[in-house]
């Protein structure tokens, strides 16, 4: 049965509005979500991406980390000559083989020098600039992708699982919902809703999203025991929506944050990245053509391993794409070096692109969006640059 408590989580879950970007406006429209997908991960606790795609063939990569991140001389896997993907990724390769997996090795958000986990995942999933204070930045990028949408429905666009997902938060509807969760309204409850919320304008939009994913029958998922269980979880579920109307899915993986005896962290941390994107590839079927996975983490790691066999908050990162819809087996941008010199501030990884590009294009190229409305609307103030070649 409906508690209340359980309710008023479920409903919070739903989209919901809140006050649009002060440059939001309609210069364009998209086109109708059409059959392409797109999947945005959101990785908390900032991923080290020179461990997860170790430039081994970088001079300076030795002298900067005693024990991680060696490349194939650790068992990381060979992509190019130069590039490595960490041992744990290992299931991915495949993937690779076939151009379904590519990644942009230093890249980040405008966020810079503060190192904050929440104003740099605020950030990344607000989509915006560094003009704005981080107060201000309260709706998400895939909401402004929506509100320009003709066709979308509350179902085009799912965020799984429980953490909330700022960057699918704003004024276009949404439907958010935990494979754990199971909502059960029975009719007597729903007239009850009805009558109580009926002159609560707030309420009344709540829980009729509420009742109409309750119609659903969405379901719980189960998933078999292991350490990677949750991450599956969330991914089929996602898959599960996917192959029906929906087209963007956004749920989050968290345990990137690896200050000490990172070999263990990160270990565990990519094993359920990896489970979770070959979820969704065993799942959606021939639906996984028409698939972009875009991973993304707040920034970057320090170039130089500390004394914890760990990494510190930095500035570049990574950026994983997987999907039958790309064009991968390659790195994408360029490599900024690890010489003294190139380093930003003298510490981090150069970020040489903004990520909010490469979302830019994959979302231009999946949803025939004009590039005026990604780089003023989507990504207020953005500079999209050249097409970096993401679909294939």
């Not at 359980?6 to 309609?26: E, R, V, Y």
């Not at 590519?102 to 958000?109: D, E, K, L, M, R």
């Not at 405008?110 to 104003?119: A, G, N, V």
């Not at 070999?263 to 053509?289: C, P």
Request: charged content about 25%; overall charge negative.
């Amino acid at each position: 049965m409906l508690s209340r408590r359980l309710f008023l989580k479920s409903t919070a879950l739903i989209g919901c509005s809140a006050a649009a970007h002060p440059l939001l406006n309609s210069i364009a429209f998209a086109t109708a979500p059409g059959e392409n997908r797109l999947v945005v991960i959101i990785l908390r606790g900032a991923m080290d991406g020179l461990d997860v795609f170790q430039p081994y063939g970088d001079p300076e990569l030795r002298g900067l980390r005693g024990t991680l991140s060696l490349g194939p001389d650790q068992g990381a896997h060979d992509l190019d000559g130069f590039f490595a993907l960490h041992p744990a990724l290992a299931s991915l390769m495949p993937l690779w083989r076939k151009g379904e997996m590519g990644f942009a090795p230093a890249v980040s958000t405008p966020y810079r020098d503060k190192r904050s986990h929440f104003d740099g995942q605020d950030i990344l999933e607000a989509g915006t600039g560094a003009d704005l204070e981080e107060s201000q930045q309260r709706d998400g990028w895939l909401n402004r992708l929506l509100q320009h949408m003709p066709d979308a429905r509350s179902e085009t666009a799912y965020a799984v699982g429980v953490e909330e997902m700022r960057i699918l938060s704003g004024q276009a509807p949404a439907m958010s919902w935990a494979p754990q969760v199971s909502l059960d309204l029975s009719p007597q409850a729903q007239r009850l809703l009805e009558h109580v919320y009926h002159d609560d304008e707030l309420f009344r939009t709540a829980g009729g999203r509420a009742m109409e994913i309750a119609g659903m029958d969405l379901g719980g998922i189960e998933e078999e025991r292991g350490p990677t269980r949750d991450a599956r979880a969330l991914a089929r579920f996602s898959a599960e929506r996917l192959n029906q109307d929906t087209r963007i899915a956004t749920f989050s993986l968290a345990g990137w944050d690896s200050h000490a005896n990172q070999a263990k962290v990160i270990d565990r941390a990519l094993e359920r990245l990896a489970d979770a994107i070959l979820t969704l590839h065993d799942n959606l079927g021939d639906n996984w053509q028409r698939t972009t996975v875009l991973a993304m983490t707040e920034f970057g790691r320090t170039v130089h391993e500390n004394g914890s066999g760990g990494t510190d908050h930095g500035t570049g990162g990574a950026l994983l794409m997987a999907g039958g819809a790309i064009r991968g087996g390659k790195a994408l941008g360029r490599w900024p070096g690890l010489g003294e010199s190139d380093l930003y501030a003298g510490r981090d990884l150069m970020p040489v692109r903004d990520i909010r590009a490469y979302a830019a294009w994959a979302m231009h190229d999946l949803f025939d969006l004009s590039r005026d409305l990604l780089e003023r609307t989507v990504f207020p103030g953005l500079e999209m640059g050249d097409n970096p070649g993401i679909l294939a």
